[in-house]
């Protein structure tokens, strides 16, 4: 086992190596998802103030969830080359300063939501919070080969966060973004897992490349890839977009596709690699078509 040691840093140092922790690459998709829902959800534009503040509060929560679950999975992550660097793995950040750093922002976050949007985001997010950092950091990530699967309902939520926090109300609309991020998030984590199996099997958990093989994977990343290119074609039919989106996503669904086919035909860890890659691109895409589209209509 990995021993971990202590670097002493500075407070500037510290607060660096917290904002690592609270995952900005990852987050920034997280809260443009929800910026998007909010624009989709106004007739024409969001009001700018409640547009920001909205934002705000979920990316100070979000962040609150990774720095947390950067914490408990420290001894896990100290067997992992991906986040063997983080501080928390590195034992450069004491728990006690991770949570407090975490609770600050976290309640800073839902204080915003709560204070100048509305209570239903508010409780929105709080329960998004306590599905990630408990129901999928502590039980099912390593208890369940299907963690992902069950667990990817927190990092759906975006969308319909951002749409509550215009319309105070849920609708099918929104529903149907949560369903297209929910049905990604498999195909997503999977290319990640299968190329990086062998921390995951260092670190002891049962994701689905360790416990049932690449080829066992690679069919599922087919058929979870089947059924968002069909949720994606959704908003369509709900009336939410119209002909700028079904191109868009129709030629992000055909190469989404072709990756998922690829891999279970031919696979590589580079392919895998890609595949991951243009999982990520495919989702932002697709939510700057849906704007985009918005925008044309206007």
Not at 29 to 36: E, P, Q, S
Not at 218 to 242: D, E, K, N, R
Request: proline share 5%.
């Amino acid at each position: 086992m990995q021993t971990i040691v202590a670097h002493p840093l500075s407070i500037g140092q510290r607060l660096a190596a917290f904002a690592h922790l609270c995952k900005p690459r990852v987050n920034s998709l997280i809260v443009f998802t929800a910026m998007i829902g909010m624009c989709l959800a106004t007739p024409d534009f969001p009001p700018v103030l409640r547009f920001l503040v909205a934002s705000l509060g979920i990316a100070l929560v979000s962040f609150a969830a990774a720095a947390l679950n950067c914490l408990v999975e420290r001894t896990i992550d100290a067997k992992m080359a991906r986040t063997s660097w983080r501080a928390t793995a590195r034992g450069d950040i004491s728990p006690a300063e991770t949570i407090t750093l975490a609770t600050i922002l976290g309640a800073a976050g839902l204080w915003l939501l709560d204070s100048y949007i509305n209570d239903l985001t508010m409780w929105l997010t709080l329960g998004t919070f306590v599905g990630y950092t408990v129901i999928y950091t502590l039980i099912l990530k390593p208890a369940t080969p299907m963690n992902i699967v069950i667990g990817g309902a927190s990092g759906a939520m975006p969308p319909l966060l951002g749409w509550t926090a215009m319309t105070g109300q849920i609708s099918a609309e929104p529903l149907v973004l949560f369903l297209i991020i929910f049905l990604w998030t498999p195909p997503h984590f999977w290319s990640l897992a299968c190329y990086r199996r062998d921390d995951y099997a260092r670190s002891g958990l049962p994701m689905l490349p360790v416990t049932h093989g690449i080829a066992f994977t690679c069919q599922h990343i087919l058929w979870y890839t089947l059924m968002l290119a069909a949720a994606s074609l959704i908003p369509v039919s709900l009336g939410m977009s119209s002909t700028f989106y079904l191109i868009a996503i129709s030629i992000l669904d055909l190469v989404f596709l072709g990756y998922a086919i690829a891999l279970c035909r031919n696979y590589s860890d580079a392919l895998a690699r890609r595949s991951f890659r243009y999982s990520i691109l495919y989702l932002t895409l697709l939510f700057a078509a849906l704007f985009v589209d918005r925008l044309i209509v206007l």
